[in-house]
């Protein structure tokens, strides 16, 4: 930051410099159209001069660092994203089956969903609950057909 604090600083003398010498000579005649050439190529060469110690090369292999940079955090944040997702629809598709269970009187304590990572759909479900055989075949039958878990994709697990 100091770098460009004195850059601003050196166009800015350097600036106030040229207007005291064009103010100081006058505002007329070939004099002043020479001073005002002079001014300008005093200006470009203060503006161009710090270009002599920027190494072309070194920043050529910093903006390829950056680039990989930026790839590895775009990826990664794509990946959070994804998993985010996932998530959201894995709750989702929980408070449905439990609403379900509930409106229907099937006495369900848990519902776990896993979420196909390349689909985004829900696959597989863990069930938890003291359900009837009938029960179970009335919900199962809902899940396969509102969220597409198969039968395969349904366990019912132990509620102790």
């Known amino acids: ?10 166009l800015c003398c350097g600036g106030l410099i ?6 100081l000579g006058g505002g007329s005649g070939s004099g002043y159209a020479m001073r ?7 200006l470009a060469l203060l503006a161009l001069a710090p270009l002599k ?5 070194e920043m ?3 903006l390829n660092r950056y680039s990989q940079q930026a ?4 990826r990664e944040g794509r990946q959070q994203a994804q998993r985010a997702l996932d998530a ?3 709750a989702r598709c929980e408070a449905y089956i439990l609403d379900r269970a509930e409106k229907a009187s099937i006495p369900l304590e848990e519902a776990l969903v896993s979420v196909d990572p390349e689909t985004h759909l829900p696959c597989s479900v863990l069930l938890k609950g003291r359900a009837s055989a009938e029960q ?7 899940l396969e057909t509102a969220l597409g878990i198969g039968k395969g994709g349904q366990e019912w697990g132990s509620t102790e």
Do not use: H
């Open 18 to 23: 040229c207007a005291v010498v064009l103010a």
């Open 53 to 57: 110690k920027v190494d072309f090369g």
């Open 36 to 42: 005002r050439m002079i001014c300008g190529m005093f």
């Open 1 to 10: 930051m100091e770098g460009v604090r004195n850059y601003v600083q050196t």
């Open 71 to 74: 790839q590895i955090f775009s």
């Open 88 to 90: 959201d629809i894995s």
């Open 60 to 62: 050529g292999r910093d």
């Open 136 to 142: 179970r075949q009335r919900l199962e039958a809902e």
